[in-house]
């Protein structure tokens, strides 16, 4: 991996496909969850049930320290699947669709002759479904039930009718994503096992809505578990790359839609059988979701054009033990609320910049219409909030937060101040001001959005969303 603060790769011309060449390429399958934070039994919380992910880790790759580039779901996954940043392509804003002149991976894929498909969530724009061959049909059950038995059929049928020939299948699942329906999941795991970050409060009402949050990862691991299998019986599991991950942290406030490592840290599995070491852990580094585009262009020998900005993880995959990136950056913009934070992290610091520091952070409406939402706003309201729980409710807020990851790892104490961690600070200070520059990023007075729900109470007062004012 380059050490560089935006890596751009070399170009080299595509090549036509040749049936030898397509012959050997992987098939490759990306299972993306929607808002699953770091709760897998693999990374470490045994409160949960998350057999087959688990198995998949004990397969492959996980990756320890894996960040992504937003932690909001559209230009999350924008970035992931262009290798570009979301303010680059203008994505940045929740619900921005991606323009159609951006090339996304799966038209590099086609190029070479793979079946490329999507299924489930996408979130990229509708009108950019036509870079893909095709999509699975089916879907979730009314008022969020499980996937109906219609998309597995489907799935096995796309399987079936690919099965000597390379494709690419993007997975988007709405699960863990709320709202949350009791009836419609199973309940394998209990609210007096789950355990409570710091920023939260520990009340029934608030494990209650962990469980439930568990509960939507587990039904997901199912059905991971059983398109898996699909594989595995079609007797495709030598030759099929299978990548997991998430788009953001868990929906929970303080999580996501925030830069702190509980909104962008994503659980980061890579399987490949002969390539991939079985239950090999990279821990050496940092890993970035820039770079997933062209590591799965890499798979399929394929070169990455030059305006993709990181570089391929596949060195990383084969040999885990080699040192990943220096750093990582990501940024949060409109999420109902309007912001422009910005942060630059190393294995040891993070810096976090936010524009907006005279507001509280704007949490987004769903996680501000949950029972753990309702629980920290009561004891705001009397006076009872633990120091740790006040962070999303501060104004004005730290323009630049500094984070010693190493002694605060939560990251709840603001090192800023202290002497010792000036220098760190300052440099990577500039490593952010010199990516931004490089990226394209606007500055924080351009595109900017109104608010759709107050900051304080979570309260919804405008629909739609609204016009984005482009000074």
Known sequence: MKKTVVSLLLTAPLVCPCPDALAKAPNIVVFLADDAGMDFGCYGNKGIKTPNIDRLATLGVKFEHAFLTSPQSSPSRTSMLTGKFAHTIGTEDLHAPLDTSVAMLPEYLRKAGYTAAYALKTHWGDQNNRKFNTSIKGGYQPNQGGLTEDFFNNYASFIERNKTNPFFLWVGFMDP?????KAATPQVNRPQDTAVPAYLVDDPETRDDLADYYNEISRMDSDMGRMIEVLERKGLMDNTVIIFLSDNGMPFPRAKGTLYDSGIQTPLIVYWKNNAPKGAVHSNGLASTIDLAPTILD?????????????????????????????IFAERNWHNCDEYIRCVRSERYKVIYNAYYELPHGTAYDLSTSPSWYSLKRLQREGLLQPQQKQVFTSPRAMLEVYDLENDPGELDNAGDLPQHRAEAEKLIRLMVHWQEK????????????DQTDRMTGLKYLPGQPEMIDD
């Open 299 to 327: 798979m399929a020998g394929i070169s990455a054009p030059s305006d993709m900005y990181g570089a391929s993880m596949l060195p990383l995959i084969k040999h885990p033990g080699q040192r990943g990136r220096d750093y």
């Open 439 to 450: 990226t394209g990023d606007h500055p924080y007075w351009k595109r900017r959005r109104p």
């Open 177 to 181: 994503h709320r709202p949350y329906n």
